[in-house]
Structures are given as C-alpha cells and as structure tokens.
C-alpha cells in the first residue's frame, strides 16, 4: 500500500508542476506571438547611423497581469496627432513595433521608421531607464521620448500639456492588448510611465480595460 501511495504522490507533485508552468509562462507567450504578427502596410526606411557610445542590450520585464477579453479597438479623435512627426527607431523583423507605426499613422502621426542593430545604443542616447524599455522608441522632433506601445490618445494628452520635468512616456515590455499588440481577444491591463529628466519614473495612467486606450 505504501508503494502505490508513493507513486499516487509523485504523479500528483509532477502534474501540478507542469500547471504552475504554464500559468507562469501564458503571458510571455502571448506577447511573443502577437509582437510576431507582421504588417506589411507599415514601411521601414534604410538603417540609421548608430551612436558611437556603447551599452549593454537592456532586459526588459513582462508585466504580471491578468488576462481579459478586448473589444473593438477603434476611437473618435483619428487625428489626434496631426502635425506631429516622429523618428521611430525599431528592429527591422518586429512585427509589433510595423503595427504600432501603422497604428500611430492612422491617427495623424508623421513617422519616420528607422531599422537600427542595436537599439540599446538608442535608448541610452535618449535617457530610457532600462527597466522602462519596450521593442521600439519614437523620439518627436521637439525631442519627446514615446517608449514601446504607448496609446495615441496619452501621447496626444502629454504633447498638448508636457510636464516640465518630463521626457516622456513609456509602456515597459509588450503588454498583449496594447496597441500595435493585438492578439486574438486577449488583454494585459498596463501602466503608462511617465519618463522625469532626473532618470526617476511615476505612473501617468493605469490602463484596466481596451477602452481606456480610446
């Protein structure tokens, strides 16, 4: 009897393993296949000339979060960023970073796309903090930072009445749900961080639902 009970438990220890497993890695997986989705309608210009400096590739962290279903992604202000313009600075096979060009443009943005090597060299020469780096870094032509999947509508709140002692905005990792991160109906409820000239941080608006992005 003791044996079978012994065999009962380790069958029983192996198989909650492989749950906790899979709960751990569902929402790295899902912001992988949907950074992995290519769009062709967004176009890429030739490579920009690196900064001679060099760093370290930042490691960025997935946000833990809960998933929920996403509705219709679409908004009433489609030109909220008209008569703004962008350098997007991006690696040249993300799918993700296409979308979210695509996505910016449909709302007024002019973007320049810009395929670089090492984007760690970008995001050191505009003061990204390491742990609020996304897959891409847009960089106005008055010289504010937009970090990964940020939505239109708070760049266009942030560019109307900029922060004296910001930079920027940042969404770190790649949030599934988050725009140019569409994956099927799933949704990772996120932070918008805001970037301080002093290299500090602070939440600038917590994204719960698809249509808070709106």
Not at 121 to 128: I, N
Not at 157 to 167: C, G, M, R, T, V
Request: glycine share 6%; net charge negative; with cysteine.
């Amino acid at each position: 009897m003791r044996r079978y009970t012994n065999i009962f438990s380790s069958e029983h220890n192996l198989l909650s393993g492989r749950v906790l497993s899979a709960f751990v890695v569902l929402p790295l997986s899902l912001a992988i296949a949907a950074c992995s989705q290519p769009n062709v309608a967004a176009t890429d210009s030739t490579p920009a000339t690196e900064p001679t400096t060099a760093t370290q590739t930042a490691q960025t962290e997935q946000p833990k979060a809960e998933i929920m279903p996403v509705s219709a992604h679409s908004d009433t202000q489609p030109t909220i960023l008209k008569n703004i313009s962008a350098t997007v600075y991006k690696d040249a096979n993300c799918g993700c970073c296409k979308e979210w060009v695509g996505y910016v443009e449909g709302h007024g943005l002019n973007a320049t796309a810009q395929n670089v090597e090492d984007l760690s060299l970008f995001k050191e020469r505009y003061s990204v903090p390491q742990q609020m780096r996304s897959c891409h870094t847009a960089v106005t032509t008055d010289g504010y930072v937009f970090e990964g999947h940020v939505p239109a509508k708070y760049m266009a709140q942030f560019l109307k009445n900029p922060p004296s002692d910001a930079i920027g905005l940042a969404v770190p990792g790649m949030p599934v749900g988050s725009p140019g991160m569409e994956y099927q109906d799933k949704f990772m409820p996120y932070k918008v961080m805001q970037l301080n000239k002093d290299g500090s941080t602070a939440i600038y608006a917590t994204i719960e639902s698809p249509q808070q992005q709106l």
